[in-house]
């Protein structure tokens, strides 16, 4: 009966639980380190998530400190090092 | 760095076809504002790293993908602004909350989610999952490559 309800309440098109689970097996399978550390086990979705945006934050700090180094590198430079050359070369 | 990976998934960009973009945005980047100037540093990394994801989301395709076309749009408009492509506070609507019926823990985390993906904000769960799966890709392929270039400029 509460079902017909919430039935009602909700009007934009939403992914059922298993649908919802499937999605999140498909994310769990690019997560390396989820994939490796519990394949047997069933991750839970809200973990499978957690882990997900632990995974994000990881690379976007990497961005940032290969940015960090990038600078550095082509700043620091010594115009007649072998380096310089390719730092020419790959930026013509 | 350029060799081809077979394994990868042809949905991902190749990394030549990011390096490339890249590259050129670093080499416009040193004609305006020559790496040689010491002061600056600061602009310098953030000039890089906006490059990055920007290259990253032209490699992808521009705008064939939400988090794409989100993230070269954010870039367009906060030009000479700090970026952060990955920070951007999302609220949920209580509207938003009551109508979802799953566990308050998953809608949670997917929420933070949605603060991680760029566009993520505007997006059904079931596209939000599909694009984290492709923008996941795109962002480890774009730090393979910054790390094979900071690899191959380091001094020996």
Known sequence: MSNRRSRQSSSAPRISDNQMIDLVSKLRQILPEIGQRRRSDKASASKVLQETCNYIRNLNREVDNLSERLSQLLESVDEDSPEAAVIRSLLM | ?156
Not at chain 2, 44 to 50: D, L, S, T
Not at chain 2, 78 to 101: C, H, L, M, P, T
């Open chain 2, 1 to 156: 760095m350029a060799s081809a990976d077979k394994l990868i998934n042809t949905d991902v960009p190749e990394k030549d076809v990011f390096a490339f973009h890249f590259l050129q945005s670093l080499s416009n980047l040193r004609k305006q504002n020559p790496f040689d100037t010491p002061d600056q540093k600061n602009y310098r990394v953030r000039k890089i790293k906006k490059a990055a994801y920007v290259s990253m989301a032209r490699a992808a395709g521009g705008s064939s993908r939400l988090w794409s076309r989100a993230l070269l749009r954010r870039a367009d408009k906060d030009d000479n602004k700090i970026v952060r492509f990955s920070r951007r506070k999302w609220k949920i609507s209580s509207k938003r909350r009551r109508s979802n019926q799953r566990a308050p823990v998953v809608e949670e985390a997917a929420e933070r989610l949605r603060n991680l993906v760029p566009g993520g904000g505007g997006m059904e769960t079931s596209k939000l999952m599909e694009e984290t799966a492709h923008y996941i890709k795109c962002l480890s392929m774009q730090v393979k490559v910054m790390q094979c270039l900071v690899d191959g400029l380091s001094p020996k």
